[in-house]
């Protein structure tokens, strides 16, 4: 907005105060009526895996402003915390020296000078783990908020193509006030989440650190390894069992309770029950072990819950809740509205249909009075509405659906009452065109907007 102010005040671009899209977004819509290359270049795992460069997709000036505002405030933060870590750690250690002179003084005091080495081992091992889990969750905050950039254009260009079933059927359709009310409140939340998100996450890393260390470093170099060996052995043994039982539950129905496949081509067995009476055993036979598994299983759940809970918490674009309970988010109802809000601004196909409508009025309007004049010989009223219906003739034949949506077939279909009448048969005309047209689609095909399967983010 800077630039292109400067640019105008210095007389380098022209000020249109009708103009209503963009260089970019005219391109974006080229880009879809263009017909896609038979062969294009295969992507590279950059490009598949991180990040894909779009030439026609621009970030708003509030995406942009607010992550730049996030890294800045997320480097002041991150730089406050180490030195509060430090003035703690060097008190630890004045405190730690005053406790060592006081035990050297003292004559009955060989439980204090026992301590004084686990003290001295855990302040070293404290301080080594902080600065490694700031350097982790530092990056982590940092990749997070570029990741959510990233969402934001890939949920944008789902809903351009008309794709909503990535999100929570509650959310298709938002209120109009909580849209607009989103735009304003997404900036100094996601700002709010970054940081947040970055203590939370740098202390839940230090605690899984810290135990880390003591569970298996420190017993490695103190030489304890079969002590370490009998104690992961004992926590690891019920896992390995309860993963191997859930696996052999599996693997005994694939081979003994389904049917055949129906054609040798099907890649697994149809949902279909066999050896019912030998199945009724089986599943009495796993009763109580899968009694014995459900403890396990429930306390895994909800360690997995709050690890992923936990690690995701600075992510606006996506829910932490159970589904069902994802209004109860909030960070996430304004994401959605927000994404929403712009979508409804800023669709690239609306604003160039919109662009087109501005354009012709204005031409109309300012058009010279003496232009009647002119030697050049105008179009008459005929030859256009000819090209207009040789141009829907042509749209029709290669898109014969588009014949069950036009204006007066649907006011037609309201009052049909036989399947004999004329309109049962444009219908039927209409679905055999629709059919040769897909049959010929290989060998000829005309330019189609290609819409990808949802993925998650």
Avoid at 5 to 34: A, D, M, S, T, W
Avoid at 255 to 279: T, V, Y
Avoid at 401 to 406: A, E, F, P, S, V
Wanted: hydrophobic letters at 45%.
């Amino acid at each position: 907005m800077l630039v292109k102010g400067v640019r105008i005040h210095l007389q380098l671009r022209q000020e249109n105060p009708e103009e209503l899209i963009e260089q970019h977004q005219v391109q974006h819509v080229k880009r879809l009526l263009n017909k896609a290359p038979a062969h294009s270049k295969p992507l590279t795992w950059f490009q598949r895996r991180v990040y894909e460069w779009d030439p026609y997709f621009k970030f708003p000036n509030r995406i942009i402003g607010t992550a730049i505002i996030s890294l800045i405030s997320l480097y002041v933060v991150t730089l406050a915390v180490y030195n509060l870590s430090d003035v703690i750690f060097d008190q630890a250690d004045s405190w730690k020296n005053t406790l060592k002179n006081l035990v050297a003084s003292c004559n009955q005091t060989e439980g204090l000078e026992a301590m004084i080495p686990q003290l001295e081992e855990l302040f070293y091992v404290s301080k080594k783990t902080w600065l490694a889990t700031t350097i982790f969750a530092s990056l982590n905050s940092v990749a997070y908020t570029f990741h959510v950039m990233a969402c934001y254009r890939k949920h944008l260009k789902r809903l351009w193509k008309g794709q909503k079933d990535f999100l929570p059927e509650k959310f298709h359709n938002p209120a109009s006030a909580a849209s607009v009310a989103s735009i304003a409140r997404y900036s100094g939340w996601q700002i709010a989440f970054t940081i947040w998100g970055y203590l939370i996450v740098h202390v839940i890393q230090f605690l899984f650190a810290l135990l880390l260390v003591y569970a298996v470093v420190l017993p490695i170099q103190h030489g304890e390894v079969l002590r370490l060996l009998s104690k992961l052995g004992f926590i690891l043994l019920p896992i390995s069992l309860l993963i191997a039982l859930v696996k052999l539950q599996i693997v005994l129905v694939q081979i003994f309770f389904l049917q055949d496949k129906i054609s040798p081509s099907d890649k697994d067995k149809p949902l279909a029950l066999n050896n019912r009476k030998a199945f009724h055993c089986f599943n009495y036979f796993f009763f109580f072990y899968n009694v014995i598994m459900g403890f396990g299983t429930c306390i895994m759940r909800l360690l997995c819950s709050v690890v992923v809970g936990t690690w995701l918490v600075s992510r606006i674009d996506r829910t932490i809740m159970q589904r069902g309970y994802e209004d109860m988010d909030l960070g996430f109802s304004t994401w959605i509205g927000m994404i929403f809000a712009d979508h409804y601004h800023n669709n690239p196909v609306m604003l160039c249909f919109c662009q087109l409508l501005v354009s012709n009025t204005q031409e109309r309007h300012t058009a010279p009075t003496y232009s009647t004049f002119s030697n050049r010989p105008s179009e008459s009223s005929v030859n256009s509405q000819a090209r207009r219906r040789w141009a829907l003739l042509y749209t029709l034949l290669r898109n014969p659906h588009l014949i069950l949506l036009r204006k007066h077939h649907l006011s037609s279909s309201l009052s049909l009452e036989a399947s004999s009448s004329p309109q049962s048969d444009t219908v039927v005309r209409a679905w055999v065109m629709a059919s040769q047209t897909q049959i010929s689609q290989p060998s000829q095909s005309l330019p189609e907007i290609t819409v990808s399967p949802a993925e998650e983010c």
